[in-house]
C-alpha cells in the first residue's frame, strides 16, 4: 500500500492550486484521508481531513480558503486551495487510514509536496 502525492509547485500570492494523493495497492477499505504540512523547524500540522463518508475537518488557518474533497472510488483526496497567502508555504504530506486486503489497519504518508507561495 502507498499514497502518491503530486499537484505541488509554485503560487503567487492570492493564487489557487489543486494537489490530489491517490492510493493504491492491496486495498480493501480507505478510511480517513487528509493532509498536514510542514515547515523547517516547526512540527507537522494538520491542514484538512475528510472521512470515508465526506465529512471534512479544516485547521482554522485555511477555513474558507481551503476545501478537501474525495474520489472514494479512486481512492483520492484533493485539497483545493484558493486565496494562497506566503505562511502557506510548506511541504505538504497526505495521510490515509487503509485497511488492506489482509485486514491489518494502518496509516500511511505520501512522500510529500512542496508548495510555495511567493511573488
Known amino acids: 500500500v502507498q499514497l502518491q502525492a503530486s499537484g505541488g509547485g509554485l503560487v503567487q500570492p492570492g493564487g489557487s492550486l489543486r494537489l490530489s494523493c491517490a492510493a493504491s495497492?492491496?486495498?480493501?477499505?480507505?478510511?480517513?484521508m487528509g493532509w498536514y504540512r510542514q515547515v523547517p523547524g516547526k512540527l507537522r500540522e494538520l491542514v484538512a481531513t475528510i472521512t470515508s463518508g465526506g465529512t471534512a475537518n479544516y485547521a482554522d488557518s485555511v477555513k474558507g480558503r481551503f476545501t478537501i474533497s474525495r474520489d472514494n472510488a479512486k481512492n483520492t483526496v484533493y485539497p483545493q486551495m484558493n486565496s494562497l497567502k506566503p505562511e502557506d508555504t510548506a511541504v505538504y504530506y497526505c495521510n490515509a487510514g487503509i485497511v488492506s486486503s489482509t485486514g491489518a489497519w494502518n496509516t500511511y504518508w505520501g512522500q510529500g509536496t512542496q508548495v510555495t507561495v511567493s511573488s
Open positions: 495497492g492491496s486495498i480493501l477499505s480507505v478510511k480517513n
